[in-house]
């Protein structure tokens, strides 16, 4: 589109497909964490020290990803949150 407001907002879009894309994978080894230790991950560092990721996950602006009660969300800090991006309620 010629439109900016328009060319940014697909953009953006676009983003956060990327970054809910990085949430199911960083998700898929939360449950393998926790199928193999019997409970959910409290921080990232204990899926680094179990081996199974690197480094705490990011979204594409560089925001790292937050765990919470064994799930995976994008970061309220992110630029790329937003009410109902993952199916979490509106608060």
């Known amino acids: 589109s010629e439109v900016p407001f ?12 990327d970054a809910l894309a990085i949430v199911d994978g ?11 230790h019997g409970a959910a991950p409290t921080a990232w560092k204990s899926l680094i020290v179990a081996g199974l990721i690197g480094a705490p996950p990011r979204d594409p602006l560089g925001v790292e990803l937050t765990l919470l009660d064994g799930r995976v969300l994008v970061s309220k800090a992110s630029p790329l949150w937003r009410p109902g991006l993952q199916g979490e309620g509106v608060r």
Request: charged share 40%; proline share 0%; no cysteine.
């Open 6 to 17: 328009v060319r940014e907002n697909a953009r953006r879009n676009l983003l956060r497909l």
């Open 26 to 36: 960083a998700q898929a080894r939360v449950d393998r964490y926790q199928s193999e």
